[in-house]
T-cell receptor, first 114, second 115 residues
């Protein structure tokens, strides 16, 4: 089974600053999907950004971007201009298209302070 | 409303009791999943289903039973609840992985406490 590692259990950033959350994964597959999900205190799981492994270009969604390093099996999330509403648990996830299920990391709790 | 709904949202039960968590989706998604979320473990897959009448075990299936007689429903049953099954349970659904983006859509979660 593929493993997903988030090495930062907790992080803190000041409003308007930039923060990067780390994620590494282990797989022998060549084609797969990677995701970042956000879970605010409401507990709802919200998709932040998605990356297809066959695409070399890093995905971007407004203030959120990823640094996808396929050879290094690294998939970090950069949040620019952090906002108080970004305070949440962030989960990195891997999906093998043949399987359908997501394998999640243990999460990084991000606190954005004024 | 369209989407994926879970019930109950909160449940307190006692050790040894049977509990069923319901999940209903209105998108006609092929795939459905049950995860549990525990502090320090993230989300772990319990069971999943690729279509009606097709189910498969995930990472932590022991003590759980699922069924999928209809595409839109995927109930999760704890046949004899234990304290270790105290958790937040998430149901999710997706289209066929290769057909679209692979995104999972999650319900709001069911918090289960076993005393």
């Amino acid at each position: 089974a593929q493993t997903v590692t988030q090495s930062q259990p907790e992080m803190s950033v000041q409003e308007a600053e930039t923060v990067t959350l780390s994620c590494t994964y282990d797989t022998s597959e060549n084609n797969y999907y990677l995701f970042w999900y956000k879970q605010p205190p409401s507990r709802q799981m919200i998709l932040v950004i998605r990356q297809e492994a066959y695409k070399q270009q890093n995905a971007t969604e407004n203030r959120f971007s990823v640094n996808f390093q396929k050879a290094a099996k690294s998939f970090s999330l950069k949040i620019s201009d952090s906002q108080l509403g970004d305070t949440a648990m962030y989960f990195c996830a891997f999906m093998n298209p043949n399987g359908g299920a997501l394998n999640f990391g243990k999460g990084t709790s991000l606190l954005v302070t004024p | 409303d369209a989407g994926i709904t879970q019930s109950p949202r909160y449940k307190i039960t006692e050790t040894g009791r049977q509990v069923t968590l319901m999940c209903h989706q209105t998108w006609s998604h092929s795939y459905m999943f049950w995860y549990r979320q525990d502090l320090g473990h993230g989300l772990r897959l319990i069971y999943y289903s690729a279509a009606a009448d097709i189910t498969d075990k995930g990472e932590v299936p022991d003590g759980y039973v699922v069924s999928r007689s209809k595409t839109e429903n995927f109930p999760l049953t704890l046949e004899s609840a234990t304290r270790s099954q105290t958790s937040v349970y998430f149901c999710a659904s997706s289209e066929s992985p290769g057909a679209n983006t692979g995104e999972l859509f999650f319900g709001e979660g069911s918090r289960l406490t076993v005393l």
